[in-house]
């Protein structure tokens, strides 16, 4: 059965630190480029992060460059992303997909989303 489960979200002050994981199962992990993109109340979905199969080539949004990283474990199947210095701006839903022609910033190249997980930034 096809699932990606994203998990790690919560409540965390401004400044602080959190790490999703998505846990993927009925895809072959190491065929698809991966990414992160975030939906906040009232907004549009935005792309975050994307890496691709092999784990060298890595892309980032402007507002989080420098803040979080993405990176996947073809062994567990599992995608991360740490996130470092969160601000009240970084509140969302976080998603991950997967994208079976190449990672881009568009959630058009994505075919296969997780149900997302509720990252909240106090200030």
């Known amino acids: 059965q096809l699932q990606l489960v994203e998990s790690g979200g919560g409540l965390v002050q401004a400044g602080g630190s959190l790490r999703l994981s998505c846990v993927v199962s009925g895809l072959n992990f190491r065929y698809f480029a991966w990414g992160w993109f975030r939906q906040a109340v009232g907004d549009e979905r935005e792309f975050v992060a994307a890496?691709?199969?092999?784990?060298?080539?890595?892309d980032y949004a402007d507002s989080v460059k420098g803040r979080f990283a993405i990176s996947g474990d073809n062994d567990k199947s599992t995608l991360y992303l740490q996130m470092n210095r969160l601000t009240t701006e970084d509140t969302a839903v976080y998603y991950c997909a997967a994208a079976p022609n190449g990672g881009t910033r568009t959630t058009e190249a994505y075919a296969y989303w997780g149900q997302g997980t509720q990252v909240t930034v106090a200030s």
């Open positions: 890496i691709n199969w092999n784990g060298e080539n890595t």
